[in-house]
Structures are given as structure tokens and as C-alpha cells.
């Protein structure tokens, strides 16, 4: 069964384009055709041209920014419907000197809330990888409630979005480790 759940998400690889929308740049798109998520990935030095990309579209979502500190893979998790501000916000703190590389997975659909629990969720997986080490930002947000139905949408959204983020370069999250790939291989480890 866990080869059935491996190759459901190896199929939705398979929708993922991915573009390079200024040439000569580390800027890089990787989105799907089933839905309106997309992830913007670039090195930290190129966060200009991210923060253009996102200011013309304005969409909200969720970033990774990740980088090398003691010989060890590091990241941060962050969230905003006003990304290309707040990133340019981190571009001057010296606790982020470490910062490589940033990921930015968004939606023309994400709001406050969404982005919070975006936030929360990949914080999560970040946290249970042994090989990152999490630099923690602010604690949670609260006053952002959502219904079931939205979490449910929003646990899709993220497994799709750790396939975007490993499409654009994020090697070391992968989509079985979202709750949602977990949930259906219990499922399919009850139905055998």
C-alpha cells in the first residue's frame, strides 16, 4: 500500500510546470494544472525579483527561506498576504544572515487565515525533518479561525505545495510527510 500512496503523488509530479520568467536569474515558477498554486523559488540574492513578482500579483501564501548554519541545513517559516514587503523585512536581519535560498508558496486564494494555518502546518513538517534545524520566528497567530472544510482544503494545498516546493528545488521536504499523505496511507494501511 505505501507504493499506491507514492505513486498518487508521483502522478500529481507529473502536472507540475515549471518556468524561468527572468532570464539570466535564479528565478524560477514551478505550478500545476489542477490547481492555482504556485511556487516562486530564487536564491536569497535575487529576493528583489521575487518581491516584484509577488507586488504585480499580490497574492498571499507562505515562505521557506533555507540556508547552511554549523554545517546544517536551516529554515525559517513564515507567512503574509503582503509577501513582498514582509520578505524584504527579513532581508535586514542579521539572525537570518544564514538565508540562501527563499520559497514562496502562494494562491490568488490565500487569506489571513489560510495563511496561518499554511504557516502552522509546514512549521510542523520543517520541525519533524531531523536533517533542518528551525529557526523559529514568531509563535503562532491566533483570531484566524477556520472550518473544517477550509483546514481539509488547505491540508490539499499543502500536500500539492511540497510537490511544487520539491519541483523548485526543496529537496528535503517531501509530500508524504504533509498530514494529508499520512491520513490516506493509514487509510490505505486499514483497508488492507
Known amino acids: 500500500m505505501p507504493f499506491l500512496l507514492a505513486r498518487l503523488l508521483h502522478l500529481f509530479r507529473l502536472a507540475i510546470a515549471i518556468g524561468f520568467p527572468v532570464p539570466g536569474t535564479s528565478l524560477r515558477v514551478a505550478g500545476d494544472s489542477l490547481t492555482d498554486l504556485q511556487v ?3 536564491d536569497w540574492a535575487d529576493l528583489p525579483r521575487v518581491q516584484a513578482w509577488l507586488a504585480e500579483r499580490r497574492y498571499g501564501g507562505v515562505y521557506i527561506l533555507v540556508g547552511r548554519s554549523n554545517s546544517r541545513t536551516r529554515a525559517r517559516v513564515g507567512e503574509g498576504v503582503k509577501l513582498w514587503t514582509r520578505l524584504g523585512d527579513h532581508k535586514a536581519d542579521p539572525q537570518l544572515d544564514f538565508v540562501e535560498e527563499v520559497y514562496v508558496l502562494v494562491s490568488p486564494i490565500f487569506h489571513k487565515g489560510a495563511t496561518v494555518y499554511l504557516q502552522e502546518q509546514i512549521s510542523q513538517i520543517v520541525q ?11 509563535g503562532p497567530l491566533a483570531g484566524f479561525p477556520l472550518g473544517e472544510a ?3 482544503s488547505l491540508d490539499l494545498a499543502v500536500l500539492l505545495g511540497l510537490n511544487l516546493l520539491h519541483a523548485a528545488g ?3 521536504l517531501q509530500p508524504g510527510q504533509s498530514r494529508l499523505a499520512q491520513q490516506v496511507a493509514a487509510l490505505l494501511a486499514e483497508a488492507a
Request: proline letters at 5%; aromatic letters at 4%.
Open 128 to 138: 519533524a525533518e531531523p536533517r533542518l534545524d528551525f529557526h523559529k520566528g514568531c
Open 170 to 172: 526543496l529537496r528535503v
Open 40 to 42: 516562486i523559488a530564487a
Open 150 to 152: 477550509d483546514r481539509k
